[in-house]
């Protein structure tokens, strides 16, 4: 094979005997190390800036430092990244508030919700008062409590 690009390259070192044409096995001639070298560098080049059309692959941990860039974009304060698909790639996105999230279904563990408006309706802190869960109609009570009708 001829070695054409990193992808090419062979993880067993002694089965990396040509490099582009290039002869590089034992009592090669000593200008092939040099144009070798050249070849090597130049093949590096072109993974890294992505001309080759190699993959890059990693099984383990990829630590980036500095600025993450897909197709060029960086996206923008408070963006993340949202897939498109297997067959995409991945966009920069603004998800916006919950709804627009999932407007089916928003799970809230812990906190306080103060002032909320839900069907119109303004729902207190939910601090005070009494919370009643019945089969009954409501009746009586105070203003803050709250009465949960189940069938």
Do not use: F
């Not at 002694?14 to 050249?38: F, K, Y």
């Not at 009586?140 to 009708?149: F, L, Q, R, T």
Request: aromatic letters at 4%; glycine letters at 12%.
């Amino acid at each position: 094979m001829a070695k054409s690009k990193v992808s090419e390259w062979d993880s067993v070192a002694s089965n990396n005997i040509i490099l582009n044409g290039i002869n590089i096995d034992e009592n090669c001639p000593p200008s092939a190390v040099n144009n070798a070298i050249r070849e090597m560098m130049a093949q590096i080049k072109d993974w890294q800036s992505g001309s080759s059309g190699d993959d890059w692959t990693s099984s383990g941990v990829l630590n980036i430092t500095g600025t993450l860039k897909l197709d060029g974009s960086v996206g923008t304060d408070g963006q993340v990244l949202t897939s498109k698909g297997s067959s995409e790639t991945p966009i920069w996105k603004t998800l916006g508030n919950m709804s627009q999230q999932n407007n089916t279904t928003v799970n809230i563990d812990g906190g306080t919700i103060t002032g909320t408006t839900i069907n119109g309706h303004v729902v207190g802190s939910n601090a005070t008062g009494n919370k009643t869960m019945s089969t009954a109609n409501p009746t009586g009570g105070s203003n803050g409590d709250i009465w949960y009708k189940y069938i």
